[in-house]
Nanobody, 116 residues
Framework: QVQLVESGGGLVQPGGSLRLSCAAS????????MRWFRQAPGKQRELVAV???????NYADSVKGRFTISRDTAKNTVYLQMNSLKFEDTAVYYC??????????WGRGTQVTVSS
């Protein structure tokens, strides 16, 4: 079993920053791609950013230039640095990872609220 635990969410003013973390634990053979999704109230879950094992990244257009995804492969941890936050970034953020020898795994989510 592999578990993901997200942390770092909270309340922030527009223009502020937050750093999300997602740590994988359990029986891990190898973690491949790591992703951050988000889901705002009344909206579908959307992909925010992805990083592969080689460090290649891709972002949703809405966060390009503001968010940065990174990973510490040795620690099985993925990060999402979020800068210049906007009201529309308010959502529950979920971590998702692909792993060898098993289905992808989801975290339980962490709330990010951007409010003045």
């Amino acid at each position: 079993q592999v578990q993901l635990v997200e942390s770092g969410g909270g309340l922030v003013q527009p223009g502020g920053s937050l750093r999300l973390s997602c740590a994988a634990s359990g029986v891990i053979v190898r973690i491949d791609a790591m992703r951050w999704f988000r889901q705002a109230p009344g909206k579908q879950r959307e992909l925010v950013a992805v990083i592969d094992r080689g460090g290649n990244t891709n972002y949703a257009d809405s966060v390009k230039g503001r968010f940065t995804i990174s990973r510490d492969t040795a620690k099985n941890t993925v990060y999402l640095q979020m800068n210049s936050l906007k009201f529309e970034d308010t959502a529950v953020y979920y971590c998702n990872v692909d792993r060898a020898l098993g289905p992808s795994v989801w975290g339980r989510g962490t709330q990010v609220t951007v409010s003045s």
